[in-house]
């Protein structure tokens, strides 16, 4: 289980245990249970606020159908640049909570298929995601933050480097061109301290 798990199932079992303590300590006098704690009131109002969808939410909401996509991948500043071709499928799971996509294509001439989920952290008040396909054996995770509008979001991304063995960090901007179309691009510093674009891919909703 991970850290991040388990201290919200602590969480959560201190808030039970909370109203635990508090029905046991007080008697009962007209058949009705006690009022909880005021301590125990504001961890369950914390908690509520945390896990309600909100506006950030609706707005992935409306991202959800089939969208179609076509991207180019630079492996080197000035090179031509890989094409990848495909479909994407967003859903929202949770309630609302989380939009997840489903991308299958082709990228380099091989099969490709891979899969986001994407939220909003009413806690901090930034954007996240977490990628993973089968070009890989890890995820990339990205936090990040959108205009007020949501238009324009611009997240930085960190994964696992197959050249180094070692943490690396590149910076993704989303720009929602409409309610049926997106663009992403993807930049990384190269050695010489520059940032260059190492991907780009379009996606347009379809009817």
Not at 11 to 19: D, G, H, P, R, Y
Not at 177 to 194: L, N, Q, Y
């Amino acid at each position: 289980m991970s850290n991040r798990a388990s201290r919200i199932l602590l969480s959560c079992w201190l808030v039970v245990a909370a109203a635990g303590s508090a029905l046991a300590q007080a008697e009962p006098k007209t058949g009705e249970p006690p009022p909880l704690s005021p301590e125990t009131q504001a961890a369950m109002a914390a908690w509520e606020r945390a896990m309600t969808p909100g506006p950030q939410h609706r707005k992935l909401a409306e991202a959800a159908g089939t969208w179609s996509f076509r991207g180019q991948l630079w492996m080197e500043p000035g090179q031509p640049p890989a094409e990848s071709v495909g479909t994407c499928e967003r859903t929202m799971l949770f309630g609302g909570r989380i939009q997840q996509q489903r991308m299958t294509g082709q990228t380099m001439g091989a099969a490709f298929e891979g899969m986001l989920l994407a939220g909003y952290d009413n806690v901090t008040g930034r954007h996240w995601s977490v990628w993973t396909d089968n070009f890989s054996t890890a995820p990339q995770t990205s936090i990040g933050s959108c205009d007020a509008a949501g238009v324009r979001c611009e997240f930085e991304d960190t994964y696992s480097d197959p050249m180094t063995g070692k943490e690396a960090r590149t910076r993704t901007v989303l720009v929602r061109e409409g309610a049926d179309r997106e663009v992403m691009s993807t930049w990384a510093v190269g050695p010489d301290g520059k940032e260059w674009k190492t991907m780009e891919f379009v996606y347009e909703r379809r009817p």
